[in-house]
């Protein structure tokens, strides 16, 4: 289990099981760097990569997400969750990181629409490649 990986689990709840832990490259200001996505059965968060310790930049919980979609920009992809009341930028990565991330949204949207837990750990196996943990 790396440092990463211990700190995300200490902000997890008893009955959360982490399904997916991968990095992006860009941070939440938007320049290069690590930030992390941390994908349970009930929530969608992401962590900067040296403040792990201090809790999730964003969270979504699942049971809200009508969608996810992956928005092309100029040398960039958005990972969007779309909830019943806004759209939510989870995550952003350059490009060559677009087809990890476009795997991820939509595992996530056919999870959303299913509604199923089932989905979600069919995208840990589909996914092993891109550091897939089991809870």
């Known amino acids: 289990m790396t440092d990463h990986e211990s700190q995300i689990r200490r902000f997890l709840r008893p ?8 990095y992006t490259d860009i941070e ?17 968060m992401t962590f ?3 403040g792990a310790a201090d809790g999730p930049e964003v969270e979504v919980p699942l049971d809200e ?7 092309h920009l100029v040398g960039q992809l958005v990972l ?4 019943k009341t806004q759209k939510v930028e989870v995550l ?11 795997k991820v949204a939509k ?15 069919e995208m840990q196996s589909k996914l092993s490649s891109i550091t897939a943990v089991g809870g």
């Not at 939440?28 to 969608?44: K, M």
């Not at 997400?65 to 928005?71: E, G, I, L």
Request: glycine share 8%; aromatic share 6%.
């Open 92 to 102: 952003r990565c350059s490009n060559s990181m677009s087809e990890k991330f476009g």
């Open 65 to 71: 997400v009508k969608s996810v979609k992956t928005v």
């Open 48 to 50: 900067s990569d040296d």
């Open 15 to 22: 009955s959360e099981e982490l399904i997916l832990l991968t």
């Open 107 to 121: 595992s996530l949207n056919d999870a959303a629409k299913d509604g199923t837990y089932k989905k979600l750990v």
């Open 28 to 44: 939440r200001g938007r320049s290069f760097g690590r930030r992390w996505l941390a994908v349970t059965g009930e929530r969608v």
């Open 80 to 83: 969007e969750a779309e909830t």
